[in-house]
Structure formats: structure tokens, C-alpha cells
């Protein structure tokens, strides 16, 4: 599985963005796909994920309510829609890959894409 991410950039607080995953490769039904942020000195956090069938979806208590996982299976992208952006939202966001249930532990994910910057300015 390939993951390639894209759709970072720069954003006042308060603001909209959203990053997109492409996948390539082997994406079934009981494919997770997930997002995780790492802000410069610190390490990598649990964003949000879904599987691919549907079925579950889950995500970090800081972004409940503001951040939104979705998926087109035409598409093989998973999209990360983030609003009412914080500067504590400021990092390097990754999408991820495995096969299983969905789960925040990174350890957990076999593919990781390479990564889009995300800042958020006050």
C-alpha cells in the first residue's frame, strides 16, 4: 500500500483546511485508514481513522467536534476536514494504513504516507 498525502498549508485560527490521502495498492473492507500529527519536538498523536467498510470510525478527544474523517472508496482517498483551527493544531500531519479494526495506536500501522504540514496561526 502506497499513501501519499497532500492539501496542507498555512491558515489563520479559526480557520478550514483539509488534507487529503491517496492510497494505492491493496485497500479492502477490512482496511483502516488513519490520520496522526506530530508538532515539531514532540511525538507522534492520534488523529483520527475509520475503516474502510464504514463501520467504525474514532478520534482524538482535541479534535472531536472540529475534525472530520471521510472516505471515497472511487477514489481510494481518505480526507481529513479540520475546522475552527487552533495554533496548537500546528504540525505535520500523516495518514496510515493497516488491516484490522481501528485502533489510535500508531505502532499498529504498517503504511505511513509521507507526511503535509499543517500551520495554523494566531
Known amino acids: 500500500v502506497q499513501l501519499q498525502a497532500s492539501g496542507g498549508g498555512l491558515v489563520q485560527a479559526g480557520g478550514s483546511l483539509r488534507v487529503s490521502c491517496a492510497a494505492s495498492g491493496r485497500i479492502s473492507s477490512s482496511s483502516v485508514m488513519a490520520w496522526f500529527r506530530q508538532a515539531p519536538g514532540k511525538e507522534r498523536d492520534f488523529v483520527a481513522a475509520l475503516s474502510w467498510s464504514g463501520g467504525s470510525i474514532g478520534y482524538a478527544d482535541s479534535v472531536k467536534g472540529r475534525f472530520t474523517i471521510s472516505r471515497d472508496n472511487a477514489k481510494n482517498t481518505v480526507y481529513l476536514q479540520m475546522n475552527s483551527l487552533k495554533p496548537e493544531d500546528t504540525a505535520v500531519y500523516y495518514c496510515?494504513?493497516?488491516?484490522?479494526?481501528?485502533?489510535?495506536?500508531?505502532?499498529?500501522?504498517?503504511?505511513w504516507g509521507q507526511g503535509t504540514q499543517v500551520t495554523v496561526s494566531s
Open positions: 496510515a494504513a493497516r488491516t484490522g479494526v481501528v485502533t489510535s495506536n500508531a505502532n499498529a500501522y504498517d503504511y
